[in-house]
């Protein structure tokens, strides 16, 4: 057999999503480009939007497909994984597994998180291969599952670690047994060289081989972690009283308490740190708990029950009194309430949300939204991407632990040396280098920022936040001036009809014309001269044309009507001196304005509509709240000069941008940031989008439209303007807990150090200071469940995801 055959690379297989082809011409030239590389054979398929790769992976990179894809002018979407990560002690060994993770062919970004030991890896869908993930992590020595978003497979995951848990428990006992009695001679009981041996031994080569092993998986990766300084730390001491044991005077002192002890001592540490790590998780926790197992839905002329994965957009879902809503859903029949954090009325027509608890009625409803698409799910991954995410900060952490092992391991060489050919005492220089190896801990580094950052994001859930990464964190603590668009922020955004002023024409003819004029609008002022003409007949809309920020246009019936702002009519040539007096009086009141007029013969003025808008009951105490923490705040409107200073005085508001359109929100935003500003916007419609984004935080209203929660770095899960000020204030809370971690784990270091080579430490001392770092750090960012949002009483509790939350899409625009 020839030889060259037996070894030849097989052909690696790929199937690439491509995006933006339209035509047969897009395929060809796909194929074409993909194709030129050498070694490779593509097949496109312009149906599937699929490219079907066959290539040599000696001679192509993987990554050059994609390449070759974007060059002919097309895109390979990007897709995320995520893995469990076991194996990993102190922050060098997240450095390490992220490097492993980078340098898999397709992975464009890699984050692991050493509290929550989980990896975010985003790649080249179609190329990244969680296989390649999995065998780069193993590579590294540390174990990888891949977390699917399979319920029973990611429930199988954590009770594997809950075994392992208990697998450690039993060992830490056994540690704790043997090495107790070690402590004996410190009390002036000599215990025999041979029993001291005996009862070490186990300890070092049994409960702590799991250190040796992570020092051999550090050592073959050509870096340290703490899992080297430990074992070599407890290795130096134990092998040193063996000698003095076999070869030193009889009698003579023996330091099998400085390894065994200080093993015992750091497998509680990180024990009770495993422990402390699995209460930052509890609020996600308690956010899934609330998806529901299964879900009766209408099949095949019968109810029948099936898996909540089962359900498609589109079945019918029974719901009985009592149950919990299984996905996403419309009402199609039957009344009943369910619990939103308070119960909720709901009939034919209205939208309930998977997760919620159905009261005592029946319903059925027709499922929109499963799986990752629902609510519940949207909510978790948002919650689950601020927590894997760094901010800025840790990068510095990052770098510290990447050079901090060769350090310690400098030191305790320096420390030993120096006591023996200095001073002259050989065993003060093993004493001084095993405690130097044992205080050291880089675990306490590499906890301080995701341990706050996972317990502030889920506190900060509980109380209806969503914040969407470590960025935003980081950037709304340092917040001074905070935006409020005005309609559906600071007011309700369900606007009615109070006064109506006419001029040449009756009440109803004014009505009836306004309201068939603005059938084509979803605009809220649109909606609140519906409501006030219900139950008049209209006449046919012709046509209709939206002029955003100032009106609309429209052809009712043989007359053309134009209803708008000042702007508006001034355009269309349309004179306001017969009513000039009256919009002064509504709009001192807080009223906005619409005028009506008729262009058919020629601009005559028809009369006024005006519109109240009626603010937020929370507004005045959220505006109140945000004064308190030292935070400016401006009211961002079209409303007129007048309309916008009533509201801004009812709510205590500090200053007034008025008449500003849709388009120039952003302008104002960044006119603030010029003049020193960091600023927060506040908005829940499409055209808040621009200035969500052009904000130092966007902070989206759950109840506005999808594009401005997308845009926004915070998402308020109900329309509550106090939300805002408690968003500020939880990321203060949560960034002073970083910086207070990351503060003691340095001081630790840098005093404890020194200490140890000076032998003013102990092992066993340090062994226990050092165990005693990580847990203070995790137990540290633990107070933060202590935070309690402002003015809301019952915010402890999880926020059900049925709080109308990244569902309902308002269209906000017009006069």
Known sequence: M???????????????????????TCAGRVERAISALPGVRATVNLASEHADVEFDSSKVNPVALAEAVVGAGYEVPREMRELAISGMSCATCVGRVEAALKRVPGVMRAEVNLASEKATVEGIAGILRPSDLIAAVQNAGYGAELLTGDRERDEAIVAAEDRRLRRETWRIIAAVVLSAPLLVPMFGMMLPGWLQFALATPVQFGVGWRFYTGAWRALRARTGNMDLLVSLGTSAAYFYSVYLMLAGPPGGHLYFEAAAVVIALIMVGRWLEVRAKRSTTAAIRALMSLRPARARIERDGGEIEVPVADVSVGEIVVVRPGGKIPVDATVLTGRSEVDESLPVPKAAGDKITGGSINGGGLIRAQASAVGDQSTLSRIIAL??????????????VDRVAAVFVPIVLAIALAAFLGWWLMVGDMTAGVVAAVSVLVIACPCSLGLATPTALMVGTGAAAKAGILIRDAEALERTHRLDTIIFDKTGTITEGRPAVTEIVCHDVDEAQLLVLAAAAQTGSEHPLAKAVLMKAKGLSFPKLVDFQSHTGLGLTANVDGHRIVIGNRRLMAEHGVSL????????????????????????????????????????PTASDAVRHLHDIGIETVLLTGDNERTAAAVAAQVGIDRVLAGVLPGEKSNEVQRLQKEGRRVGMVGDGVNDAPALAAADVGIAMGTGADVAMETAGITLMRGDPLLVGNAISVSRATYNKIRQGLFWAFIYNVVGLPLAAFGLLSPVIAGAAMALSSVSVVTNALLLRRWRPAGVGKASRVVKPSDPALTAVTQVGGP
């Open 2 to 24: 020839n030889t060259a055959e037996t070894t030849a690379i097989e052909p690696r297989h790929v199937v690439l999503p491509i995006e933006g082809m339209s035509c047969a």
């Open 383 to 396: 919650v689950e991407h601020a927590q894997t995410k760094k901010p800025p900060v840790q990068r510095l």
């Open 577 to 616: 001196d017969p009513l000039v007096a009256e919009p002064a009086r509504l709009e001192e009141r807080g009223r906005t304005v619409m005028w009506v007029a008729e262009l058919t013969t020629s601009a005559e003025l028809l009369g006024i509509i005006a519109v109240a808008d009626p603010v937020k």
